[in-house]
């Protein structure tokens, strides 16, 4: 059973632009979710992370955008650059448990 | 601080045989939690220690175990390999809440 659901699977986006992945979940007891970063042959590294009592959150160029009532957060990322060109992963997971459960991941490539 | 480092990075095995592999976590991150990673069924949760004790366990059968020392220091084992556990095995820890870092994975290739 997918808990977390990501799409799009794959995302091209030119230099400068917005890149928006999004994410459902459906279990409830969900509080924590993360927004991971994964470069080829490298482990996924934090990038961002809400709880449901907020709408949104920003750290830079990164933004993440909560919907508690439609289950539903997504990441946004700003001014894209081609170093921004990794596979991205959302997560979720519940109070006091350290399981993370992962989106299935989005390719993001940044075009010059 | 340094990050979570994992040995060996890399590992080649044959059908049948069992594998050990080893995760040192963030100095003074008292939780570890691993994780699979493979193309078609993505990252998937293995299990988590704090303090020497299983606290989580995934959905995986019985040939993968761990245990944690009391130096924080992790292991997981995987015992009568099959091909299907080709994979990523990534190791995170965590000081004691939610927010875990990954170390770089060992990338196991079974034969």
């Known amino acids: 059973q997918q808990q977390v659901k990501q799409s799009p699977q794959s995302l091209i986006v030119q230099k400068g632009g917005i890149s928006i992945i999004n994410c459902a979940y459906e279990?409830?007891?969900?509080?924590?979710f993360p927004w991971y970063q994964q470069f080829p042959g490298k482990g996924p590294a934090l990038l961002i992370a809400i709880r449901p009592d907020v709408s949104e959150k920003k750290e830079g160029r990164f933004t993440i955008s909560f919907n508690k009532s439609a289950k539903q957060f997504s990441l946004h990322i700003m001014d894209s650059q081609p170093g921004d060109s990794a596979t991205y992963f959302c997560?979720?997971?519940?109070?006091?448990?350290?399981?993370?459960?992962f989106g299935t991941g989005t390719r993001l490539t940044i075009i010059p | 601080k340094a990050g979570v480092t994992q040995t060996p990075r890399y590992l080649i095995k044959t059908r049948g045989q069992q594998v050990t592999l080893s995760c040192s976590p963030i100095s003074g991150h008292r939780s570890v939690s691993w994780y699979q990673q493979t193309p078609g069924q993505g990252l998937q949760f293995l299990f988590e220690?704090?303090?020497?004790?299983?606290?989580n366990k995934g959905n995986f059968p019985g040939r993968f175990s761990g245990r944690q020392f009391s130096n924080s220091r992790s292991e997981m084992n995987v015992s009568t390999l099959e091909l299907g556990d080709s994979a990523l095995y990534l190791c995170?820890?965590?000081?004691?809440?939610?927010?875990?870092?990954f170390g770089p994975g060992t990338r196991l290739l079974v034969l």
């Open positions: 279990n409830t007891a969900f509080d924590y």
């Open positions: 995170a820890s965590s000081p004691s809440g939610e927010t875990q870092y």
């Open positions: 997560a979720a997971s519940g109070f006091g448990n350290e399981k993370l459960t």
């Open positions: 220690y704090f303090s020497e004790t299983q606290r």
